[in-house]
Every structure is written in structure tokens, then in C-alpha cells.
């Protein structure tokens, strides 16, 4: 027997805008009866509403036939309120819109206090809006922002799943320590007042602390993910990472999103293939599905080169960017090319740069600036770089001058923000490994479950962390990386 389901009209029986406005929706074709339902952007003369429900930036012209609504009604259509209107799609005789909404009725679902709303229907700036982040969504610029950082996002798993990677999901909490850099979050139920037990040595005693051991929040996916790989050959993990690095910049978050793809039997080379084919792919699925948002954030973007002077205008739009980096091949050089083309360069010689340039240093951002944005104008994959200054797990290259020796570690650099992908082949020699981590002052034993890899059945294998709100940020234009996640964790700001 068949249950027969009942449906009765649902009070969430609206159509989206983005839909009624395409013109192409049977179900919204003009002369049909709709129900939309939205917040006020604005209201004009006692009669047209522009209503907007987030599904784009266009808004719904709404048009209230004088005298159908009474005078209390008419007070509380406000910016900022919210409306569900049934109504007559009719042909717009306005520019910019081909249909429009005649209303039937209009009733009042939450009322928006007009004095105190702070979004007003002005400009307001990125500053101010940071801080009414729980608002900005609202705004035409947060509403393409995060509608493209959704895209991209879908995109990503759509990408892997093609590919027929695993999608695996490393832990949040962990007790390593994956990159060895030691700025992580810790975790604990411990009392903070003091009053934690200590052991003999004087130190808080872990084994008293709810995992009977110190943890702390992931700072990547990386170590876990390379278990995985070793068993389903390609992986990737899509996660929130963790780092307490006090970086107070335009790029760095405490809490962001990271893609990390580990793959067997893949050598640095693929590696640089694989990360290059996938940004390419994130930004073309974007183009393909978010123009109408791209279009308002490349308008937006230029908008705001035109405050700056001539010289640091950036040379192409948005969209020519994007194009442009989908169309060409990154550039790819090796760590001691890159010094030396910054040895030579014009900035060198003048003295423009802050840090100094030399083989081994850690490239400043505006070292990485120069490579990109001044000399080859495009994205750039730079690899062999000092083991020195590289995580323990980065494969030794062979023959390298004693003093010398170069990780196969590779970084993409992109124009306007600098390192969007840190990978690397993966050590996979169990002597040099451990070595390695000695060296490091990595606690051998502890990470035996890591080093069980490159024990039975070892591989080559290689992998990259590409960060999320870098990608949304090159995508997007937004120059603060605040501005392309909801809720931004940086030092000493965390609200919401
Ligand atoms: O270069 P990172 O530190 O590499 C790793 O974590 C490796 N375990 C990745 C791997 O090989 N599986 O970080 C990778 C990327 C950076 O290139 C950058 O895009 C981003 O993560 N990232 C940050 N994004 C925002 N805020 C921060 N504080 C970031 N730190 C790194
Ligand atoms: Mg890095």
C-alpha cells in the first residue's frame, strides 16, 4: 500500500527571487499568482519595496497599489523588515528589471526599527561592517561574497569526488603537533585557577586532564590524512584548522578552513599538476555559476583601486584576473631562482624591500609580492626550498651541496595575496624521517603511529594544504581576509 502524504498550502510556498527575476521559471512566468518573501532594502514613495531574500543581489521591485495597505503597515515597511507578499508577476516598464511584483497582499512578518537598524541604505565601510558581522550578510557585497565562498566551496568536493578521492575526516582535537611549529590552541578541562594537579617536577599533569594527555586543536589534517592515503591511495580532507600564530594581517586567520589532498604513489611534480588543475577548477566553477556575483564584485573591486594612487592599482579587473590565471600556466621556479631574481631586481638594489634577501631566509610576503605581482605577473609554484626552513616530514632532496640541502617542498604564491598552497612530497625513507625528526626535537616514539607508515608498505607520496579563505579572498577580490569568512577569529577578537 502506498502512505498517501497530505500536503496542505505551506506558509513556505514562495518562490526565490534569483528565480522569479530570471524570467525563464514557469512557475513565476508573468500573469502567475506568487508568494515571495524577503527583508525591505527599500521603500519609496509609499508604494515600491525593493525586497531581497539572498539568493542574489538583484532585488524584487514590489509595487503597492496606493490604498492597499493601511497606515500601520505602511510605517512598518522599513529597510530591514521582513515581508511576505502574494502578488501578480507583471512586465516591468522600470530599467534594470524585466518583471516585477504587484501586490495582492502584504503582510508584515517582523518589523525593523528604522532608527535603529544599522544598515542604512548607504555605503557603509568594511570596517564598520566587520563589526556588525551578524548584519552583513545583508549587504550586496557580503550577500556575492559568501555566495561565492559556498561555490567554491561545493566545488571543491565536486573536484575530489570526480577524481574519485576519499573524503576523510581528521579529528579537531588531536595530541600531535602536525606541523611542529608549536603555535596551537590547547584543549583542556583543566581549572585555569591554579588549582590543576602537578607532578613531581612541578608541571600540570596531564594525565589528570580529560584525555589523560595534552591536546590541542589541529593545526592540519596533513599527518592524519597521510594514514589515509596509504590505504584508499588519494584523499582529502576539508576542515577547520587552528593556529595562535599572533599575526595581525590582511591574510592570516586563528581559525580557517584548509583543503589538504594526500596522495600515494605521487611525486612533487604531480603534486604542483594536481594543485595547479584544482585552483583552475575552483575559479572556473565559480565563473560558470556566480558571474551575476562576480560581475557586482569586480565593479566593486575597481571601485575601490580608483582610491588608490596610480602605481599601485592593480593592472587587470577581477574577472581578467581570473580568466587570465585559468587560461595560463603558473609559473614555476626554484627556491634559489627566487633569489636570485630578487637579488637582481630593481627593488633590491633601491633598498625596497624591509628584509633582507639571502640563500636560506624564510621569504618575507613582500618578497613573495615582488616574484608575483612585479616580475612574472602570474601565479608561481616555487619548490626546493631549505630543509631548514621547512616542516620535518618534507622529503630530503638528493645530492644537495653540504649546507645546502633543499626540501621537495612546494608553495604557490598568487598575486594579491601571496602563499595560497603550502605541499610537499612526503619523506618517505624511514631512517631519513627519523632522522629529520630528531632534529627537530620531534618526539620519535610518541608518533610511531606515523612513522608505522613508512614501515609497512612505504610509498612515495605527496600532498598540499590549500587555504580556503585565500582562495575565496583571490576569487572574491576582498583585500581583508576578514571579509570572506562569517565569523572572523583573529587576536583578541572573537565575537559571535
Ligand atoms: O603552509 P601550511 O602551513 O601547510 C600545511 O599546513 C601543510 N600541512 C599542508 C599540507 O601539505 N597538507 O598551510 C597551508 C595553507 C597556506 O598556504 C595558506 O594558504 C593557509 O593554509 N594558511 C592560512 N590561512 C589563513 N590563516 C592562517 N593563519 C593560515 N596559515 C596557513
Ligand atoms: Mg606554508
Known amino acids: 500500500a502506498f502512505l498517501i502524504v497530505q500536503t496542505s498550502y505551506m506558509f513556505n510556498q514562495r518562490v526565490k527571487i534569483k528565480q522569479l527575476l530570471s524570467g525563464t521559471d514557469k512557475a513565476s512566468a508573468v500573469g502567475s499568482e506568487v508568494v515571495v518573501m524577503g527583508w525591505v532594502r527599500t521603500f519609496r514613495n509609499n508604494q515600491f519595496i525593493a525586497l531581497n531574500d539572498g539568493s542574489t543581489n538583484n532585488n524584487l521591485q514590489v509595487v503597492a497599489t496606493l490604498g492597499l495597505l493601511d497606515d500601520a503597515t505602511l510605517k512598518n ?19 534594470g528589471q524585466k518583471v516585477e511584483l504587484k501586490a495582492n497582499t502584504i503582510e508584515l512578518l517582523g518589523v525593523s526599527d528604522a532608527e535603529k537598524y544599522p544598515l542604512q541604505p548607504k555605503k557603509h565601510s568594511l570596517e564598520f561592517l566587520r563589526e556588525i558581522a551578524h548584519l552583513r550578510f545583508r549587504t550586496n557585497t557580503f550577500g556575492s561574497v559568501f555566495r561565492v565562498r559556498h561555490s567554491l566551496a561545493f566545488a571543491v568536493h565536486q573536484f575530489f569526488n570526480e577524481k574519485g578521492f576519499v573524503y576523510l575526516h581528521t579529528p579537531i582535537i588531536t595530541s600531535s603537533d602536525a606541523e611542529g611549529a608549536g603555535e596551537m590552541f590547547r584543549v583542556t578541562t583543566l581549572p585555569v585557577d591554579g588549582s590543576a594537579a602537578k607532578n613531581e617536577s612541578g608541571e ?56 589538504e589532498p594526500e596522495v600515494a604513489f605521487n611525486d612533487i611534480e604531480d603534486n604542483m599538476n594536481l594543485a595547479e588543475e584544482f585552483i583552475q577548477y575552483l575559479i572556473r566553477y565559480a565563473m560558470k555559476h556566480n558571474m551575476e556575483d562576480l560581475e557586482f564584485l569586480d565593479a566593486r573591486l575597481a571601485e575601490e583601486e580608483k582610491q588608490k594612487p596610480q602605481a599601485e592599482r592593480s593592472e587587470m579587473g577581477l574577472i581578467e584576473k581570473l580568466k587570465f590565471v585559468t587560461d595560463n600556466q603558473f609559473e614555476r621556479i626554484t627556491y634559489t631562482e627566487a633569489i636570485q631574481i630578487l637579488l637582481d631586481s630593481p627593488a633590491y638594489k633601491k633598498k625596497k624591500f ?47 651541496e653540504p649546507g645546502k640541502e633543499t626540501v621537495a617542498a612546494m608553495d604557490i604564491l598568487a598575486p594579491g595575496i601571496g602563499e595560497i598552497v603550502g605541499g610537499s612530497q612526503r619523506e618517505e625513507r624511514l631512517e631519513k624521517l627519523e632522522a629529520r625528526m630528531k632534529d627537530f626535537h620531534i618526539p620519535v616514539e610518541e608518533m610511531s603511529w606515523y612513522l608505522d607508515t613508512r614501515r609497512f608498505g612505504s610509498v612515495p607520496h605527496a600532498g598540499f594544504g590549500l587555504g580556503f579563505e585565500r582562495m575565496v579572498q583571490f576569487v572574491s577580490g576582498m583585500t581583508n581576509i576578514r571579509d570572506v569568512i562569517p565569523f572572523a577569529r583573529t587576536p583578541k577578537n572573537c565575537e559571535f
Open 354 to 400: 624591509k628584509y633582507d634577501v639571502s640563500w636560506g631566509i624564510d621569504m618575507q610576503s613582500e618578497h613573495e609580492r615582488y616574484l608575483v605581482e612585479k616580475h612574472f605577473k602570474k601565479p608561481v609554484i616555487v619548490t626546493g626550498y631549505p630543509a631548514a626552513i621547512k616542516a620535518f616530514y618534507m622529503r630530503m632532496n638528493d645530492g644537495c
Open 77 to 95: 515597511i522599513t529597510t530591514g523588515a521582513s515581508l511576505k507578499v502574494t502578488g501578480e508577476v507583471v512586465a516591468s516598464l522600470g530599467k
Open 204 to 259: 600540570i599533569d596531564f594525565k589528570e586532564d580529560f584525555f589523560g594527555k595534552s591536546t590541542n586543536l589541529t593545526v592540519s589534517g596533513q599527518l592524519e590524512g597521510e594514514l589515509g592515503a596509504m590505504a584508499f591511495s588519494e584523499i582529502y580532507t576539508f576542515g577547520p584548522t587552528f593556529r595562535a600564530e599572533n599575526s595581525n594581517t590582511a591574510r592570516h586567520l586563528a581559525e580557517f578552513w584548509m583543503i
